[in-house]
């Protein structure tokens, strides 16, 4: 089984290789091993700031709706595996991640925040959610006026883009960006693991 990851971000690497690992009869079963393939650096253009478009996901770099984080999530996976295609290889699924708010209006700050899976195999998507959370209304306020959440070092310090992430400052340490992001992965590899309970 070959995995390609649409994404060059390690959290989010760790996330999908440690999702799917979980799940050895996937594989083990047809007698397969486990690969995975990350896309190059060349492939990846993550320079946007704010509500700029990201040119690999399609959306921006602070999705605000339901709707664009899981288009950017399905982006990202269609891409991976269109990536692993091009190479010669013989893809199983493409992956991809994407994070962003979206609008709870029974909340304090009326935006939580949540990473969103998808997983792609040529024909069909699978979805999954991490956890939801909100952020303080600083961060709300600044990412609405189009900042770059992951550059908010004055609040999450110069960890907000690495393993820890800005969840790992909420939390004191108790769960960490992979953490949260592989929850996602293992939601969205749901009705493929237990295809056949869907199927009934």
Known sequence: MLVSIGSRSIPKIIAITRGFSKYPELWMDNEESLEFVIMPKEERKDECQGQEKDKFSGVSCNPLTLGETINGAKTRAKNAFEY???SNR???YGVGIEAGMYPVPEVDTKFMDTSIC?????EKYYIGFSPSFEYPQTVVDRVLEGEELG????IFGSTAKGRKGAIGVL?????YRDELEEYAVIMALTKIAAKEVYDK
């Open 171 to 175: 939390t004191a340490g108790r769960v």
């Open 151 to 154: 550059f908010m070092e004055d």
């Open 84 to 86: 692993a295609k091009e």
């Open 90 to 92: 013989t893809c199983t």
């Open 118 to 122: 998808a997983i792609y195999d040529g």
